[in-house]
T-cell receptor, first 114, second 115 residues
Framework: AQSVTQPDIHITVSEGASLELRCNYSYGATPYLFWYVQSPGQGLQLLLKYFSGDTLVQGIKGFEAEFKRSQSSFNLRKPSVHWSDAAEYFCAVGAGQAGTALIFGKGTTLSVSS | GAGVSQSPSNKVTEKGKDVELRCDPISGHTALYWYRQSLGQGLEFLIYFQGNSAPDKSGLPSDRFSAERTGGSVSTLTIQRTQQEDSAVYLC?????????????FGPGTRLTVL
């Protein structure tokens, strides 16, 4: 069965430091992969997505992610974190009929310290 | 509208009552999805609509849950005989393109509390 694992429940990073959030997936075929962010009281916003092609994808707000098939990973990175990046981050894989349903990881809460 | 809207934003109900949650997708989006977000289970897929039909209902947790979509637009998620374990935030999303490549835009959710 398809699944997504985000090993880190909570991460604290200093403002200006780099960030990497881990995501591992289990899927039988080439996956559609996504990262979403959810700020307190806000809906889910898509940061970036991977369908095929270049394994390093750029997203909004300065985020990027790298698809590594050999490691079944799709880690999210940002070179310099801002206080406004504090939020919950979800990795997801497209599954179901033609990849329509999204299967989400449990999420990683990011705190940013000054 | 500018985005996906959901109503009500909050709903408190008593165990055993029925509730209806509404979703207005982005105009022109043919695909519509319902998810549930709870502390214990995280984000779970419930049901997917393409137009007015629901080709994937695999995530509905029990027969107390049903959903319909009319006119290829508004969708209603109905929970009958609510239970305390139904307490969660119910999220709706829509996409212009069906299938995995369609970016799903999410609404703010309806927070359901069953007393």
């Amino acid at each position: 069965a398809q699944s997504v694992t985000q090993p880190d429940i909570h991460i604290t990073v200093s403002e200006g430091a780099s960030l990497e959030l881990r995501c591992n997936y289990s899927y039988g075929a080439t996956p559609y992969l996504f990262w979403y962010v959810q700020s307190p009281g806000q809906g889910l916003q898509l940061l970036l997505k991977y369908f095929s092609g270049d394994t390093l994808v750029q997203g909004i707000k300065g985020f990027e992610a790298e698809f590594k098939r050999s490691q079944s990973s799709f880690n999210l990175r940002k070179p310099s974190v801002h206080w406004s990046d504090a939020a919950e981050y979800f990795c997801a894989v497209g599954a179901g009929q033609a990849g329509t349903a999204l299967i989400f990881g449990k999420g990683t809460t990011l705190s940013v310290s000054s | 509208g500018a985005g996906v809207s959901q109503s009500p934003s909050n709903k408190v109900t008593e165990k055993g009552k029925d509730v209806e949650l509404r979703c207005d997708p982005i105009s022109g989006h043919t695909a519509l999805y319902w998810y549930r977000q709870s502390l214990g289970q995280g984000l779970e897929f419930l049901i997917y609509f393409q137009g007015n039909s629901a080709p994937d209902k695999s995530g509905l947790p029990s027969d107390r849950f049903s959903a319909e979509r009319t006119g290829g637009s508004v969708s209603t998620l109905t929970i009958q005989r609510t239970q305390q374990e139904d307490s969660a935030v119910y999220l709706c999303a829509s996409s212009l393109v069906s299938g995995g490549r369609g970016e799903q835009f999410f609404g703010p959710g309806t927070r359901l509390t069953v007393l």
